[in-house]
């Protein structure tokens, strides 16, 4: 099916084409087709995570649903879980186009749209207008002139806004393409806003008597000692999990590529190595107290073996949906669930420690 439309959308404008099918998936009468065609057939493959139980252990990246648009056609796929966003306090624009790039020769992405987003009022009234067919992350975002000394009162009033409606909710500190965000990965910033989300967390839980696990979403371009202390400042404040990674601002093996000297982060193939180590990294110091989401470069049931080897226990996907389409989500849940068969145990989990125990 997606081979048919494929060629169409690869014509156009990457980012029309990307509009053009969000169009399309919020098309009447969308939702059953696809869960008929794909999500009907993605393999049971349960997972507990975050106090989450999980249908499967692959979800949808941020960043293609940032203004919550497409929740019902999105689930239909098959996905374990959805992250929607990333969404900022208010409205704003993004980065002129074009911002969005393919590289299709080499399964990958470099974008810079910079955040653009439809704000916290219209994403939660475009969530309360659907079903809520999935569990869902909400990844949160600063606005772009919101001074760097502010930026923890931007995610301080994303997570009030949308913690009733969150199963988890990710704090983005780590797109390319909004100055400055990285630098709260530094140490001292990353302590204090660690600290006071985790503050308002326990505030939020005791008000609405249930607990919604917060997630870090990391980039790939740390050096190992900085991903070290990420990881221990995880564990000091107490944090529900990790997701490992954004996009690189590095252009590994790309020299010849024309289209790679576009600024903005990378994703797809080209990502997959330099994810994988950050996993890795993360895992020899968190050492399963705090679970990792994989993400980077995962096209099939190998990639997110080998994330999963490394120390993810959820993998999420972007690029590999939009150059393959959502046939993707039930080849890799298939893929998973045969090794775990191969293994002889009976949950993924069991399944990935024996082999990790004996790889
Ligand atoms: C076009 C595009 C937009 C993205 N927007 C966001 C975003 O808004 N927030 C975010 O946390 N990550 C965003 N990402 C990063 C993805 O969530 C994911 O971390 C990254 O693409 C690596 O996964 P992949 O190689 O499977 O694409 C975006 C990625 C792409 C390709």
Redesign the pocket.
């Known amino acids: 099916m997606y081979s048919l439309i494929r060629p169409l959308l690869f014509a156009l404008d990457a980012e029309r084409s990307h509009d053009l099918t969000l169009g399309l998936l919020r098309a009447p009468g969308t939702t059953p087709v696809l869960h008929r065609l794909y999500g009907a057939h993605v393999p049971e493959l349960p997972v507990e995570v975050m106090g989450l139980r999980l249908p499967n252990p692959l979800g949808l ?3 293609l649903d ?1 203004d919550a648009r497409a929740v019902g056609p999105l689930a239909a796929m098959g996905f374990g879980f959805l992250e929607l ?2 969404v900022t306090p208010r409205p704003q624009p993004g980065n002129p186009r074009p911002r ?1 790039f393919r590289l299709a020769r080499r399964q990958a ?1 470099i ?1 810079r ?1 910079g ?1 653009n987003s439809a704000g916290l009022d219209t994403f939660l009234a475009n969530l309360a207008r659907g079903p809520r067919p999935a569990i869902l992350g909400i ?1 949160l975002g600063k606005n772009k002139d919101t001074p760097a000394e502010q930026a923890a009162d931007d995610y301080l009033s994303g997570l009030r806004a949308v913690y009733a409606h969150a199963d988890y909710v ?1 704090i ?1 500190v780590s ?1 390319p393409n909004t100055p400055g965000l990285r630098a709260l990965q530094d140490e001292a910033a990353l302590a204090a806003l660690l600290a006071v989300l985790k503050t308002e967390q326990l505030v939020l839980a005791e008000q609405h008597g249930r607990y919604v696990p917060i997630a870090l ?1 990391i980039a790939p371009d740390l050096a190992d000692e900085a991903i070290d202390a990420i990881a221990r400042l995880l564990l000091s404040h107490r944090l529900d999990a990790v997701i490992a ?3 690189t601002i590095s252009r590994p093996g790309l020299e010849t590529e024309p289209l790679a000297r576009e600024s903005g ?1 990378l ?2 193939a080209p ?1 997959r190595a330099r994810s994988t180590h950050v996993i890795r990294r993360l895992h020899a110091t968190l050492d399963g107290r705090i679970p990792i989401i994989g ?4 096209f099939c049931a190998a990639d997110a073996w080998e994330k999963l080897m490394a120390g993810a226990e959820l993998i ?5 949906l939009i150059f393959h389409g959502p046939g993707i989500v039930r080849r890799i849940v298939a893929g998973l669930a045969d090794k775990m068969r191969a293994t002889g145990a009976t949950t993924l989990a069991a399944a990935v420690s024996q082999a990790r125990r004996s790889g």
């Open positions: 990246a941020a960043g940032k966003g990333t969005l992405i974008n749209m955040f990844n990710t983005n797109s979403k990674t954004n996009t982060g994703s797809g990502l993400a980077g470069g995962v999420q996907i972007y690029s590999a």
